[in-house]
Structures are given as structure tokens and as C-alpha cells.
């Protein structure tokens, strides 16, 4: 069984995802330019209401921005009570960082000859 949710900025930018799983999606939409914070709270909200499948070994996954997985994680292992050794996550990106600035910071401290930015 699966529970997932994706924020996508619009509506019509909602998808219709075929699976032969027993999956129960939900759609976060922003429409509009909301703050860090909103996006991280609508989120949260979304999925605290929410009754997650039973599972004798739950397994989570999470991607996205970075600060919105930091705190689902938060919420997954604290509120919800989820071994964090069964949760994987990754923070693709950082809103307000350019992609240069997140180079700039995985290769801080080593030689321009190391940074794959000095290249760019």
C-alpha cells in the first residue's frame, strides 16, 4: 500500500497516475507565490490529517526542496513515530538558492581545480 502526496504550483498541473498499486495520492496545489513558510505548513497540514496505510515495517521516501523535507521528516519520525532508519530523503533543491550558490557550498573548502563550478 502506498500514500503519496506532490505539491505541484497549479492545478492543471495535477497528473493522472496510472498504478496497479493500492496507492492513495493527494495533490498539494499553491497557486501563488506562497513564502517558504506557507508552502512548508501546507504541506504539514496535508499530511497530518492524513490516516497513513498500516504496515508492520513502514518505509518512507521523500524528495523535494529542501526545507520541506526537512521538516516532513521531522513530522514522520517524531509525530508519527517512524523508526528514522526507515526513512530515506533528499533535499534536490533549496528555495532562493541558485544553483551555482548550492555548488558554491557542496565544494566550499576545496581548490578551484576540485569545484566542478569553476568550470561553469
Known amino acids: 500500500r502506498v500514500r503519496a502526496w506532490f505539491e505541484v504550483p497549479h492545478e492543471d498541473d495535477r497528473l ?7 496507492a492513495e495520492i493527494t495533490w498539494i496545489v499553491r497557486e ?16 497530518r490529517v492524513a490516516e497513513l496505510p498500516g504496515a508492520e515495517a513502514p518505509y518512507v521516501w521523500l524528495a523535494g526542496e529542501a526545507g520541506t523535507i526537512r521538516a516532513v521528516r521531522r513530522h514522520i519520525v517524531q509525530e508519527r513515530s517512524i523508526d528514522r532508519r526507515a526513512v530515506r530523503f533528499t533535499g534536490y533543491w533549496r ?3 541558485s544553483e551555482e550558490e548550492l555548488l558554491a557550498e557542496a ?3 576545496k581548490s578551484a581545480s576540485e569545484d566542478p563550478a569553476s568550470a561553469l
Open 16 to 22: 493522472i497516475l496510472p498504478t496497479l498499486a493500492d
Open 32 to 47: 501563488g507565490g506562497a513564502g517558504r513558510e506557507e508552502r512548508v505548513q501546507r504541506v504539514l497540514d496535508a499530511m
Open 95 to 97: 528555495l532562493g538558492a
Open 107 to 109: 565544494y566550499a573548502g
